[in-house]
């Protein structure tokens, strides 16, 4: 059976990863690790997960397929170079790294390796997106706001920002021309940021507002069929010909499975199989690593 290690047991791997890779079981032999031995014990025991490792040197000598790397991002580089020495493939949250000359380096060494280096990008799959994005785009608009929160740029643009960076260029479906930043900050906190992104045709719109009075997700297609738009990742609505209609999910559909992780973690296990390319492209996600590294950059002018 598939032999696969989870490094780095936090909050994003106890709720976005874990429930799904419990129920994959039957596919594959996961391998719980991290240094704290309560809460190795606690998770294989909630989940009924039945290998476990300490420490990252004893999950390598397990020989794994892959390796899904679940740290905080100043950690990422180091443990996929380990892992990619190895010959192991890797999936990891985003960012690859918030260093782009890092992030390109990885890439060329996944790709002399052979093995597959794949970001954690989990909206590009969430379903509601997926039907957005058979929407021919002339008009993209992604937006995420938060209530009042004070974070700084570099942060922001490596931590928020791809969220919306990554989901605009996957409905745009084209490689944009040119890009363009607008930021407002203030003793180097973010307040807002927009990303223009065109082509000869075509425009889309990366905005996050770090100041707006809820929290919300929508993404907008226009084209001369309508307006199409999901909101939270949950619900599609078109608005056409002056009818506006409204698509959700069925209750029973899990949260996980909305949120886009439930159908990348099993894209990326098949493509450690053998049976698909890597579910996020080098190409793409290079590409939104470097759109958002422009705004620290701009930011810095």
């Known amino acids: 059976m598939l032999k696969i290690g989870v490094f780095g047991l936090g909050n994003i791997a106890q709720k976005a990863y874990l429930p799904v890779m419990a129920q994959l079981q039957d596919q594959v032999d ?59 493939h890797v999936y990891v949250d985003k960012p690859v ?83 363009h930043y607008q930021l407002t900050a203030e003793k180097g906190i973010l307040q807002q940021a927009s990303v223009l992104l065109t082509a000869p045709h075509a425009t889309a719109y990366a905005v996050l507002n770090m100041q707006a009075g809820t929290n919300r997700e929508t993404a907008t297609v226009q084209n001369q069929q309508g307006i199409f738009r999901v909101v939270d990742l949950a619900t599609y609505q078109q608005d056409q010909h002056g009818c506006c209609t409204q698509q959700s999910f069925p209750d029973w559909t899990p949260n996980l499975t909305r949120r886009g992780f439930a159908p990348l973690i099993q894209q990326f296990i098949a493509a450690v199989q053998g049976k698909q390319a890597n579910p996020v492209s080098p190409t793409s996600s290079l590409l939104t690593h470097q759109i958002c590294q422009g705004l620290v950059t701009e930011a810095a002018r």
């Open 97 to 179: 790294s918030d260093n782009l000359a890092e992030v390109k380096q990885l890439y060329q060494l996944a790709a002399q390796q052979n093995c597959l280096l794949t970001a954690g990008f989990n909206r590009r799959f969430a379903p509601m997106n997926v039907k957005l994005h058979q929407q021919p785009a002339q008009v993209v608009w992604v937006q995420k706001t938060r209530v009042a929160e004070q974070q700084s740029v570099p942060f922001v643009a490596f931590d928020l920002l791809p969220h919306v960076v990554d989901t605009a260029l996957f409905l745009f479906g084209q490689t944009p021309q040119a890009c």
């Open 30 to 88: 996961w391998i719980l690790c991290t240094r704290d031995s309560v809460k190795l014990k606690r998770l294989q025991q909630k989940f009924g997960f039945k290998h476990t490792v300490s420490d990252f040197s004893a999950l390598l000598a397990q020989q794994p397929a892959a390796i899904f790397i679940h740290t905080p991002t100043p950690t990422h580089a180091a443990y996929i170079k380990r892992c990619l020495a190895a010959g192991i």
